[in-house]
């Protein structure tokens, strides 16, 4: 029975080619970049985060990995604790370590590439009242991997779980785990928001946007969803030849979260792999400059340290501590 096939908004395609790919490595030879900036460790409030189940709160673990407290409910996204991709070493510590992260109730996994559904680190996470997301056509996998309680999800399809509204929306991006397995299972983003609407002391709408290139979909969202708080991602964009249509660089980024509409970004997605040939403080420069350019207020971005944790409230008053 022949495998079903997962595509982009408007079928844009991702696919490189072998000669594509070995361009980018002898570019890779030739450059001389500065590692020199390493985003910050902040120790974590583990005491505080393992009692609160009132406030909303966003840790950064690293790369697309957010500890996320909301409407009661512990979530992990796209976990990844791995010391290493491949030959790539990790550049900084996860923020909490993952022997001390607490009881988790939902894990949301983006897609299936391997720098945002780490095995190892689902099967430290799982546990008998944790329910995992993945999108349409992963299930199966994640069933075979003994993860029994599992949900997969459509572009905008809406679930309840617990006192959550989530919503999968689409990003442009792809799938593989293996050489035969190329999109065979989606890849999107999640919109979390509280099922009670009415409820005046609930928490702010957030919008995980995984891993994406910049494409009109981003427009789409915005027009779909009220979102406060955009946990964005801007690395992995060089040679921006060869990544423009699988990831955002900085200033698509700060084009995407003005498309959404939302009232604060949170940057992810750099510092923590060389997954390509940008820095961390490029990524940050460019999108601060961008920000700059779009007159955009600094307190809009938060950016996080590794452990850091933001408190957040629904009329988005928020504070780092």
């Known amino acids: 029975m022949p495998k079903t096939r997962y595509h982009n908004v408007d079928n844009v395609s991702t696919d490189k080619s072998l000669k594509e790919f070995r361009q980018w490595?002898?570019?890779?030879?030739?450059k001389k970049k500065d590692y020199s900036y390493v985003v910050p460790n902040t120790p974590p409030r583990l005491s505080y985060l393992s009692e609160n189940?009132?406030?909303?709160?966003?840790?950064?673990?690293?790369?697309?990995?957010?500890?996320?407290?909301?409407?009661?409910?512990?979530?992990?996204?796209?976990?990844?604790?791995?010391?290493?991709?491949?030959?790539?070493?990790?550049?900084?510590?996860?923020?909490?370590p993952l022997s001390e992260v607490p009881p988790i109730d939902l894990i949301l996994i983006s897609h299936s590439h391997y720098d945002h559904l780490h095995i190892a680190s689902i099967r430290k996470l799982y546990r008998a009242g944790t329910t995992l997301v993945v999108p349409v056509g992963l299930k199966r996998k994640m069933l075979r991997k003994g993860f029994h309680n599992c949900v997969e999800m459509e572009w905008w399809q809406?679930?309840?779980?617990?006192?959550?509204?989530?919503?999968?929306v689409p990003t442009q991006h792809w799938t593989r785990r293996t050489p035969w397995d190329t999109n065979t299972s989606h890849w999107g983003g999640y919109i979390l928001e509280p099922a009670d609407s009415g409820n005046q002391k609930s928490s702010p709408n957030l919008y995980f946007a995984g891993d994406s290139g910049y494409f009109p979909g981003f427009k789409e969202i915005g027009s779909r969803y009220k979102i406060d708080i955009a946990l964005m991602p801007i690395g992995a964009y060089e040679p921006e030849w060869f990544m423009t249509s699988q990831h955002v660089n900085p200033e698509e980024?700060?084009?995407?979260?003005?498309?959404?509409?939302?009232?604060?970004?949170?940057?992810?997605?750099?510092?923590?792999?060389?997954?390509?040939?940008?820095t961390a403080r490029e990524a940050l420069d460019r999108m601060d400059n961008a920000r700059v350019k779009h007159a955009i207020s600094?307190?809009?971005?938060?950016?996080?340290?590794?452990?850091?944790?933001?408190?957040?409230?629904?009329?988005?008053?928020t504070s780092g501590e």
């Open 25 to 30: 490595r002898e570019e890779r030879r030739r």
């Open 53 to 96: 189940r009132l406030e909303s709160t966003i840790t950064w673990i690293g790369h697309s990995t957010f500890f996320l407290q909301y409407e009661g409910m512990n979530i992990i996204t796209d976990p990844i604790w791995a010391r290493r991709l491949g030959f790539e070493k990790r550049l900084g510590q996860p923020g909490i």
């Open 158 to 168: 809406e679930i309840k779980l617990g006192k959550i509204k989530l919503s999968f």
């Open 253 to 278: 980024a700060i084009q995407a979260f003005l498309d959404v509409g939302a009232e604060t970004m949170i940057p992810m997605h750099y510092g923590t792999f060389r997954l390509a040939d940008d």
């Open 298 to 317: 600094e307190e809009r971005i938060r950016t996080l340290g590794y452990g850091e944790t933001l408190v957040v409230q629904k009329e988005n008053r």
